[in-house]
């Protein structure tokens, strides 16, 4: 079974002047890949309720991301002609582009819906599976590496 690449992205909240601060992939051969983004200048907004869904802090950020240049520039390297796949296409390829935008880079791998790949028999089950998945793998969701491990899986677990 083909497993495509999956992108998941956490960010300082949502809808207007959210910004990402954490991106992960897994690659189609399971290689998980994982970055803190330390927000650029004049990213400002910061949701409290966001933070207490991802558990990063601003200022752990501030010593532990990277800048978006340095993500960006990581990205195209690491997915460069791909399609990557998203669980939240809108989420995501809104904070990939605020991220691209402000590093100055052409992304050079394109973002779809995970949906796309799925039957209606598929997209039915997929919520559930994944809530089931999650609990399986023991894992602390909404951090984007063990995201992206749950939805790699969970994909592998509703195309079965």
């Known amino acids: 079974m083909h497993i495509p690449a999956i992108i998941d ?3 300082s909240g949502f809808g207007r002047g959210s910004y990402p601060i954490e991106v992960g992939v897994a690659l189609e051969d ?10 650029a200048d004049g990213w400002d907004h910061w949701d409290e309720s966001a933070e207490k869904i991802h558990g990063i802090s601003r200022d752990y950020l501030q010593e ?19 399609i990557l796949y998203s669980d ?33 028999d598929q997209l039915n089950r997929w919520s559930d599976v994944k809530d089931e998945t999650g609990k399986h793998l023991g894992l602390d969701l909404h951090r984007a590496a063990n995201d992206v491990k749950v939805l ?7 195309k079965a």
């Open 64 to 82: 532990h991301g990277k800048t978006v240049r340095e993500v960006a520039i990581f990205l195209n390297d690491l997915c460069s002609g791909q």
């Open 88 to 120: 939240a296409w809108s989420f995501d390829s809104s904070w990939l582009g605020r991220l691209f935008d402000e590093a100055e880079i052409v992304q050079r791998f394109r973002l779809d819906a995970i949906t796309r790949l799925l039957d209606e």
């Open 152 to 158: 790699r899986e969970t994909f592998k677990n509703v």
């Open 9 to 11: 992205l956490e960010a």
């Open 30 to 39: 399971g290689t998980i890949h994982a970055m803190l983004i330390t927000p």
